[in-house]
Every structure is written in structure tokens, then in C-alpha cells.
């Protein structure tokens, strides 16, 4: 219930409304803080030893943020971005807590089982926020391409990407599997500059080196 929750309910109803304020690769790029807290808050509950490397880390990757949330970007096809970045990160909090609160389960369970129980839980979680707007749907007008769309976004985009997450974190530690998420807005970063196109400014390129320079020196270890 908790995975569900943070997950799924709060996770992607903070995210979707987000992504509808600000722009992809913001949105993307906001992501990558996800292994960075994903290394702290594991370290709190682990009793890990946190390091300077891990504090700088943290740091370059809340600046990073800052330079996207404070850009005052008014081009593209974003509106209200600042509260669609805020959006963003709290669904990354939420992301995180569920990376921690999964692991154990995975090595109890089988993901299926794991990714069954998460998705019936947030079904009924979520079911009474999204009714209304459920129910404008305008399924009849809806063409192939919308219904294509739709199929994109629900099966390789969320359930897949949950399967194949829970798998990896089921062999990986939780921060190695959050790190992953770094490829990310390579990916958004050409998509939305293809097919939206949206504007590649340079303070995105710098706010996207600092924030990967973050995740790389939060999740470095040294041999002794």
C-alpha cells in the first residue's frame, strides 16, 4: 500500500500535473535528482556512511534544480513553470521513498507479485482524483493515433518502466538502480527538441552537467 502510494498515487498525479505546467526536458532533468535521493535517504535508513563526495553531490544537484526553477524561461509550451518544476520534484520525493520501500519486498516476492498488489492498491487510490475528468473523456472521438498514443504512454511508458525497474532493483541496490535514470533526458532531451520543438538554451546544458556532475559524485566509491 505504501509502494502504491507513493509510487503511484502521489508519484504520478504530481508528475502528470508538473509535466503539464513546465517543459519535457525541465521535467527530465529534475528527474536526475531521483539518485541522488535515492543515496541519502538509503544511507539514513541503511545507517551508511555519508561522505563529502555525497554532500557536494547533493549540493550540485539542488543547483541544478535552482538553475531550472529560477531561469524564468518564457519561451516553448510550458505555462506556470516554477509551479510545474515544484511538482516535478515532489514527485521525485515520492519516487525515491518508493526505491527504498521496494527493495525489501523484492526480496520477498516476485516483481509480478510486487507490480500486481502496487498497481491494484494505487487503482483505488487514484480512481476518486481522476473520476471526474475520467468521465469527459470524449472516447468517441478519439482516432488511432490518439488511441496509439494512450497505449504508449500506459504500457511501455509506466507499466513496463515499473517491471523493468523492480527487476533491476531486485539484483541491483536501490541507488545503482536509481542511477540508470541519468539516460533519461538524453533521451527527452532529442525527443523534445524534435518533435516539440522546444528550445535547447544553455542554461538547460548547464543546469544538466551540473546535475549529472551531482549524481556522479553521489554515487562514486573509492576502494580502500
Given at each position: 500500500m505504501l509502494c502504491a502510494l507513493t509510487a503511484l498515487?502521489?508519484?504520478?498525479?504530481?508528475?502528470?500535473k508538473g509535466v503539464s505546467h513546465t517543459y519535457p526536458i525541465h521535467a527530465s532533468l529534475?528527474?536526475?535528482?531521483t539518485p541522488i535521493l535515492?543515496?541519502?535517504?538509503?544511507?539514513?535508513?541503511?545507517?551508511?556512511?555519508?561522505?563529502?563526495l555525497k554532500l557536494i553531490g547533493l549540493f550540485l544537484g539542488v543547483t541544478g534544480a535552482c538553475i531550472l526553477i529560477l531561469s524564468?524561461?518564457?519561451?516553448?509550451?510550458?505555462?506556470?513553470?516554477?509551479?510545474?518544476?515544484?511538482?516535478?520534484?515532489?514527485?521525485?520525493v515520492a519516487y525515491t521513498i518508493y526505491f527504498i520501500l521496494v527493495k525489501p519486498l523484492m526480496q520477498k516476492y516476485s516483481p509480478m507479485d510486487v507490480m500486481r498488489w502496487?498497481?491494484?492498491?494505487?487503482?483505488?487510490?487514484?480512481?476518486?482524483?481522476?473520476?471526474?475528468?475520467?468521465?469527459?473523456?470524449?472516447?468517441?472521438?478519439?482516432?488511432?493515433n490518439e488511441y496509439m498514443l494512450l497505449f504508449m504512454i500506459v504500457v511501455p511508458g509506466t507499466f513496463l518502466a515499473y517491471i523493468f525497474n523492480v527487476y533491476g532493483i531486485k539484483i541491483l541496490s536501490a541507488s545503482t538502480a536509481g542511477s540508470y535514470i541519468y539516460s533519461q533526458p538524453v533521451f527527452a532531451v532529442i525527443i523534445a527538441t524534435i518533435f516539440l520543438k522546444e528550445n535547447l538554451e544553455i542554461y538547460k546544458i548547464i543546469a544538466g552537467i551540473v546535475i549529472f556532475s551531482g549524481v556522479y559524485l553521489a554515487n562514486k566509491q573509492f576502494k580502500k
Open positions: 498515487a502521489v508519484n504520478q498525479m504530481l508528475f502528470m529534475l528527474l536526475l535528482i535515492i543515496t541519502f535517504i538509503a544511507a539514513w535508513v541503511l545507517k551508511e556512511k555519508i561522505t563529502w524564468g524561461d518564457s519561451t516553448g509550451k510550458g505555462n506556470y513553470v516554477l509551479l510545474g518544476d515544484l511538482l516535478i520534484i515532489l514527485s521525485t502496487t498497481f491494484t492498491f494505487g487503482l483505488f487510490m487514484i480512481l476518486p482524483f481522476g473520476w471526474d475528468e475520467l468521465t469527459l473523456i470524449p472516447w468517441e472521438q478519439f482516432t488511432v
